[in-house]
């Protein structure tokens, strides 16, 4: 069967609600980007996406707490301590990220993470969640995004409002960080076996890793039940050891959002992309990211939003890609999607 047909059968599959296995998503890593069959690709799951998520697009937000010269080094992330970028420590108020948090659900957010160091400190992330719960209304999907846990922690971060937890099974893991995949693995299974729901992109994607790697991270997060997934992309930060490396073409960038998007099918409603993309968000991303304060991407603390990219600027690419949004004034009630 040639490609193109290929995948009109791969969308029905997913529309049906079956799996794609290892050797369908290596065949569809290995389409060229720029080829009419990529294009076929996109648009299926441009397609795919209104269905699995009721034309419903959504902006993921994060507050980076912490930034502080890390002794973990990973080569892709401004905080390691050998590259020297960072060289005072900041750490946000509580009261600073109530408000950042305040604003951004009423800007329309729908997820806000607290995203940290492995230095953060577990219980203080605890406490920090139950104050933007309490003094934040809304129905917005509580996320951390922190070092490994176990079942104890995770049970202790239901008990403080917390919904999502985001962890991924890096690419290059183990090369890239000093973590090793099982120190990942044992992170999500705990979250699988909890209430609490895990959101895995396959990322940090350069052009350097081959379609086995990212074939195996995608399937890892499938297989740990996400409920949002999806593709960021390496950055290259200037002064890392990753600084001068090539970064994804954004038509590659577009291609593996759409693969996660086939792999999804309805099980996986939200799919992500970033940094933002246009192309992405047509091929089948619902999911773009605001993010401020200590940022891996970034060789210094985000007072503003990363790149400039804005609730306003999220909220106005997924319209003009076609989906329905939150407004600025009044987030709608949660829809299941990730839901405690
Ligand atoms: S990704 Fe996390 S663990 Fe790795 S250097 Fe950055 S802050 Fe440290």
Redesign the pocket.
């Known amino acids: 069967m040639n490609d193109t047909m290929w995948i009109h059968t791969l969308e029905k599959q997913a529309l049906a609600g079956e799996s794609l296995n290892r050797e369908a998503i290596l065949r569809l890593l290995a389409l060229d980007p720029a080829s009419e069959a990529a294009l076929c690709l996109g648009r299926a799951a441009g397609r795919l996406a209104r269905v699995a998520t009721g034309n419903r697009g959504r902006v993921w937000s994060a507050i980076g707490l912490d930034c502080r010269p890390?002794p973990?080094?990973?080569t892709f992330?401004a905080?390691?301590a050998r590259w020297g970028l960072m060289r005072e420590e900041r750490e946000l108020a509580p009261a600073e990220v109530i408000d950042t948090a305040r604003r951004l659900v009423h800007d329309g957010a729908d997820w806000v993470t607290l995203r940290t160091?492995?230095f953060y400190g577990f219980e203080r992330l605890c406490r920090l969640a139950r104050q933007v719960r309490d003094a934040v209304p809304g129905a917005y999907h509580m996320v951390v995004n922190t070092g490994q846990m176990g079942d104890a922690e995770v049970r202790a971060m239901q008990a403080a409002g917390i919904d999502v937890v985001y962890h991924s099974l890096r690419l290059g893991e183990g090369a890239c960080?000093c973590f090793t995949p099982e120190e990942r693995l044992e992170t999500l299974r705990a979250v699988a076996r909890s209430p609490l729901r895990l959101a895995h992109l396959v990322e940090p994607v350069g052009p350097e890793h081959s379609n086995e790697e990212i074939a195996h991270v995608l399937m890892t997060a499938l297989e740990n039940g996400a409920v949002l997934s999806g593709v960021m992309a390496r950055v290259a930060v200037p002064g890392t050891p990753d600084g001068r490396r090539e970064v994804l073409s954004e038509r590659r960038l577009a291609q593996l959002t759409a693969i996660t998007r086939l792999c999804g099918g309805l099980r996986v409603p939200d799919i992500c992309v970033h940094p933002a993309s246009r192309l992405a968000v047509e091929w089948g991303a619902n999911v773009v990211v605001v993010e401020g304060g200590a940022v891996?991407r970034h060789e210094a603390f985000c007072g503003e939003a990363w790149r400039g990219f804005d609730m306003a600027q999220a909220r106005a690419l997924l319209r003009e890609a076609g989906y329905a949004v939150n407004t600025a004034e009044a987030a709608p009630g949660r829809d299941g999607n990730c839901a405690p």
């Open positions: 890390c973990k080094n990973c992330c905080f390691g160091t492995e960080t891996p």
